[in-house]
């Protein structure tokens, strides 16, 4: 009889599978450090948690919009009464490509590497609107999400 420790090739590459979904599902990232969990928040908290003074303030009924300057750069936050909301306007904003950076509740937007750097203090998933250019192979127009 072997020992309790012995695993074959297949248990143990189902031991490092499971080993990996679940630091993943922990939300750490490729360099070991921990990605917050994305709560909800208004555009003030947000702002407060990334060091920026909001300028150019929009505030609607469904909707308020704030714009950011910080030593990552400019990004512009926005956070909605409730996630139908978000996913509306994120809907109509993809078309017109860009990068946004989604939270429940938020959005901010920026290049993708400030809101990798946003990412580090708000959580969120990086999400990616069409992209337009001549030697795309789609007649101009492709989608892109990447998760988080």
């Known amino acids: 009889m072997g020992s309790l420790y012995h695993l074959t090739p297949v248990k143990a590459a ?10 993943l599902a922990a939300g750490c ?8 969990q994305a709560q909800r928040a208004t555009i003030e908290q947000l702002a407060q948690k990334t060091g920026c003074t909001l300028i150019g303030k929009r505030d609607s009924k469904e909707l308020k919009q704030g714009q950011c ?3 990552a750069g400019r990004y512009v936050l926005v956070s909605f ?14 078309p017109w490509g860009g990068t946004y950076l989604v939270g429940p509740g938020w959005v ?3 290049t993708p590497q400030i809101l990798e750097t946003l990412r580090k203090d708000l959580g ?3 999400v990616h609107g069409d992209q337009h250019g001549v030697g795309d192979k ?11």
């Open 108 to 110: 901010a937007v920026a």
């Open 81 to 94: 009464t409730d996630d139908k909301g978000r996913d509306a306007w994120l809907t109509e904003a993809k």
């Open 69 to 71: 300057k910080t030593s």
């Open 14 to 23: 189902l031991v490092c599978g499971a080993a990996l979904a679940l630091s």
């Open 124 to 126: 969120g998933s990086i």
């Open 29 to 36: 990232s490729k360099s070991g450090q921990e990605t917050p």
């Open 138 to 148: 789609s007649g101009g127009h492709s989608r892109g999400h990447s998760g988080g």
